[in-house]
T-cell receptor, first 113, second 115 residues
Framework: DQQVKQNSPSLSVQEGRISILNCDYTNSMFDYFLWYKKYPAEGPTFLISISSIKDKNEDGRFTVFLNKSAKHLSLHIVPSQPGDSAVYFCAASARTGRRALTFGSGTRLQVQP | DGGITQSPKYLFRKEGQNVTLSCEQNLNHDAMYWYRQDPGQGLRLIYYSQIVNDFQKGDIAEGYSVSREKKESFPLTVTSAQKNPTAFYLC??????????????FGDGTRLSIL
């Protein structure tokens, strides 16, 4: 049972345009959401997070939006750069219990020059 | 320079052998985690530890064992009981969550292959 889903395995955008990566979740106990960027043969790098008490968090070119009623979050990258090309993972943790992360399966973003 | 060090980067194991993956952090983090990544999939939790001398099973703990004798170290042993050990293994750490959430930070991983 996938509690965190990234339904788009890949996304291609032009340099300078907006990249929108989507993530859906099913567990209503999740209260902390994160986005990680990963290159092959490396560990994920933390990008940005959002707590369930907010609906938006911004850090430079990266903005995460959370829609709790729809159990949906998205990562916006504006403007997209070729160096943003990587696999992006959405992750979530629950307010009770272990606090380990539950990951989606990832979306491969390719930014075309 | 603070960070998480995993070694070795590549590891080969013969059938029936146990093998231990190292994870060391100098971030003064309390909690440490082991994840496994298979091709085309997200990361799945193997074991985690919130404090020294305590650890808990994750979602796919069968065939694995861990220890947490020091705050800085959380080695993972892949035993011969693990039927499909070939994967990319990632170690992570974080401060213990209290009043605020804390992101996990990852090492660069160890790729384990069976000969």
């Amino acid at each position: 049972d996938q509690q965190v889903k990234q339904n788009s395995p890949s996304l291609s955008v032009q340099e300078g345009r907006i990249s929108i990566l989507n993530c859906d979740y099913t567990n209503s106990m999740f209260d902390y959401f994160l986005w990680y960027k990963k290159y092959p043969a490396e560990g994920p790098t933390f990008l940005i997070s959002i707590s369930s008490i907010k609906d938006k968090n911004e850090d430079g070119r990266f903005t995460v939006f959370l829609n709790k009623s729809a159990k949906h979050l998205s990562l916006h990258i504006v403007p997209s750069q070729p160096g943003d090309s990587a696999v992006y993972f959405c992750a979530a943790s629950a307010r009770t219990g272990r606090r380990a992360l539950t990951f989606g399966s990832g979306t491969r973003l390719q930014v075309q020059p | 320079d603070g960070g998480i060090t995993q070694s070795p980067k590549y590891l080969f194991r013969k059938e029936g052998q146990n093998v231990t993956l190292s994870c060391e952090q100098n971030l003064n983090h309390d909690a440490m985690y082991w994840y496994r990544q298979d091709p085309g999939q997200g990361l799945r939790l193997i074991y985690y530890s919130q404090i020294v001398n305590d650890f808990q099973k994750g979602d796919i703990a069968e065939g694995y064992s861990v220890s947490r004798e020091k705050k800085e170290s959380f080695p993972l042993t892949v035993t011969s009981a693990q039927k499909n050990p070939t994967a990319f293994y990632l170690c992570a750490s974080s401060f213990r969550t209290g009043r605020s959430n804390q992101p996990q930070h990852f090492g660069d991983g160890t790729r384990l292959s069976i000969l």
